[in-house]
């Protein structure tokens, strides 16, 4: 024992007072217990010393690091501005959208984006605008506004906005790539004619439905498209006709202005709509008529005007039939959708024919949905 070195007193205080340099590093786990679950407390002996609070600077923990994968906070998305406005006079539904502040880069750097619009249930592409590409910025401005025409209160109380931050698709070629970001806006918090103004955190991309008896080895992406097909198939869109019965010409003036969220019959996911009338019946005169064909398009715009001759009272008992077709070239025209306007319809169908052959040069204009299947007319 003699021949051993001896401590001295300052080295032995040294030792017991002095913090960090001279501890093993492996008592740094005490500051961060939950970073290592699996460490073994019986590797450091108890210190037989009563806890005392030491006077000394002790290392700080310091914050996580961001997470490679996704963050759970969505404001780590970025947030979108945007303004909507239901006009009830014109039937139209108003999103402008602003600006978005704080985008997360994806994983190809790029940010060049844009703001994708759908109206949900309803076919995806039928109902699908976008504004313009803003390139290079996390705080693009775009100040656009995309207008759905055709837009009911009855709309209003069933469907829902989603919105959607984007790549610019030219850069995502080969693959397809999920938005950076989305919201969805319940339409029914709208107060009809006053503009409402929202500034909305982006969430993750989400399914409105869990799947049941989906493969998961097939992916979601497959069931995302099944989901949307269910729902192309609630509607098959709508025709806004104005209809005048006119004194000077002695006959009824037919106008078809426009169709809206069509159902897609092309392979494309579009259609190549025309617009046929048929009036029932109508001996010896000109009945059926039909408008140009708008090429690849859900929201046709026509604006063609077809007359019907005939007083007022011999109108009111024959049966308008309008019906929307996709046009193939060589093969026979796919049935998109139909209305009927008589005096025996039902419902804005039968007011809409009433009230044009009750007044004399006055144009009247309404929207009417489509049905599925074609109508049969009897003599």
């Known amino acids: 024992m003699a021949g051993r070195g001896r401590v001295s007193m300052q080295e032995h205080m040294a030792i ?4 960090g340099p001279i501890r093993p590093i492996r008592l740094i786990s005490h500051y961060f217990p939950h970073f290592y679950p699996t460490a073994e407390p019986a590797l450091h ?3 037989p010393r009563p806890p005392v609070t030491p006077v000394r600077s002790a290392p700080q923990p310091q914050l996580d690091p961001e997470p490679e994968g996704d963050s759970d906070d969505s404001t780590a998305l970025g947030t979108l501005e945007f303004t909507l406005l239901f006009d009830t006079d014109n039937s139209t539904l108003h999103c402008t959208a602003h600006r978005a502040k704080g985008l997360k880069p994806p994983a190809s750097g790029s940010m060049d984006t844009f703001v994708k619009a759908n109206l949900l249930p309803g076919a995806s592409k039928a109902s699908q605008l976008r504004t313009r590409t803003v390139r290079g910025t996390r705080g693009p401005v775009w100040e656009e506004t995309l207008t759905y025409h055709g837009f009911t209160l009855q709309d209003a109380r069933r469907k829902t906005l989603r919105l959607c931050v984007c790549e610019d698709p030219w850069l995502r070629r080969r693959r397809r790539v999920p938005p950076l970001g989305e919201l969805r806006v319940p339409l029914r918090k709208l107060v009809p004619n006053r503009a ?71 392979a494309n996911g579009y259609s190549d709509p025309f617009v046929r009338l048929f009036l029932h019946p109508n001996t010896g005169r000109k009945s059926k008529y039909k408008t140009s064909v ?10 063609e005007e077809f007359f019907y001759a005939g007083p007022r009272e011999e109108l009111a008992q024959k049966t308008l039939l309008v019906s929307v077709w996709d046009y193939d070239l060589g093969t026979a025209d796919d049935f998109i959708g139909g209305v009927q306007l008589s005096s025996r319809a039902g419902g804005e169908r039968q007011q809409h024919w009433r009230e044009c052959l009750g007044h004399s040069d006055r144009r009247l204009e309404l929207w009417h949905p489509l049905d599925g299947a074609p109508l049969q007319l009897s003599d």
């Open 294 to 303: 708008r090429k690849k398009t859900l929201n046709p715009e026509f604006n």
């Open 16 to 19: 017991d007072v002095s913090p």
């Open 45 to 47: 002996p108890p210190d």
């Open 196 to 266: 409402r103004s929202f500034d909305v955190c982006l969430e993750r991309r989400r399914l409105t439905k869990r799947p049941k008896s989906l493969d998961t080895a097939r992916g979601m992406s497959l069931y995302e498209q099944e989901v949307e097909a269910e729902l192309a198939s609630e509607e098959r869109g709508r025709v806004l006709l104005s209809l005048c019965y006119s004194s000077q010409r002695g006959g009824l003036l037919v106008g078809v202005l426009r169709c809206a969220h069509l159902a897609p019959m092309d």
